[in-house]
T-cell receptor
Framework: DTEVTQTPKHLVMGMTNKKSLKCEQH?????MYWYKQKAKKPPELMFV???????INESVPSRFSPECPNSSLLNLHLHALQPEDSALYLC????????????FGPGTRLLVL | EDKVVQSPLSLVVHEGDTVTLNCSYE??????LLWYKQEKKAPTFLFML????IEKKSGRLSSILDKKELFSILNITATQTGDSAVYLC????????????FGDGTTLTVKP
């Protein structure tokens, strides 16, 4: 199994809603990542988890809250988002941190109204 | 600040042409350079390069890294319409392991 899965594929939410994005991998990878990608732009790193501990937080606003319940799962909790947060949210995983290929999931396309 | 610059930003060719995409970088504590292909969805991995001068090949695609001049090229020979995509270059380095800096990508369009 060389796949990273993400749910949901699409999400529309209002600015007062609370929702969660989910990411799962069963490759035994110990590093997992959240990226945000706006149209015609490259992915921007948001968070990195290594061995279920938060390793990097790229100064992301607190309305985004990551969680890594176990080595296969990564969640991104969303609360009080703004319309400018609308983007493709990509999850990736790699064997470990550093010098490792990252495998990306298909992404969740988020629209904040 | 770490920087990755790709050129050209966009390219239109005809099937059968050969293309060369460029990626230059300024990154502290360089660890690796990766090439990805992104069509409508998520990026898919093409190559990871860590050593200078060693060409990596996969079918019609090949890539090489020059750590002295701080750049990499991605070559695609005998292009096909299915090669149309955004090609992203990412460099891992800096003080934090796991942090990749992406270039803006090269949009390749292959016409029949």
């Amino acid at each position: 199994d060389t796949e990273v899965t993400q749910t949901p594929k699409h999400l529309v939410m209002g600015m007062t809603n609370k929702k969660s994005l989910k990411c799962e991998q069963h490759m035994g990878h110990r590093a997992m990542y959240w990226y945000k990608q706006k149209a015609k732009k490259p992915p921007e790193l948001m968070f990195v988890y290594s061995y279920e501990k938060l390793s990097i937080n790229e100064s992301v606003p607190s309305r985004f809250s990551p969680e890594c319940p176990n080595s296969s799962l990564l969640n991104l909790h969303l609360h009080a988002l703004q319309p400018e947060d609308s983007a493709l949210y990509l999850c990736a995983s790699s064997q470990s941190l550093g010098q490792e290929t990252q495998y990306f999931g298909p992404g969740t396309r988020l629209l904040v109204l | 600040e770490d920087k990755v610059v790709q050129s050209p930003l966009s390219l239109v060719v005809h099937e059968g042409d050969t293309v060369t995409l460029n990626c230059s970088y300024e990154v502290t504590n360089f660890r690796s350079l990766l090439w990805y292909k992104q069509e409508k969805k998520a990026p898919t991995f093409l190559f990871m390069l860590t050593s200078s001068g060693i060409e990596k090949k996969s079918g019609r695609l090949s890539s090489i890294l020059d750590k002295k001049e701080l750049f990499s090229i991605l070559n695609i020979t005998a292009t096909q319409t299915g090669d149309s995509a955004v090609y992203l270059c990412a460099v891992e380095g800096g003080t934090n392991a796991g942090k990749s800096t992406f270039g803006d990508g090269t949009t390749l369009t292959v016409k029949p």
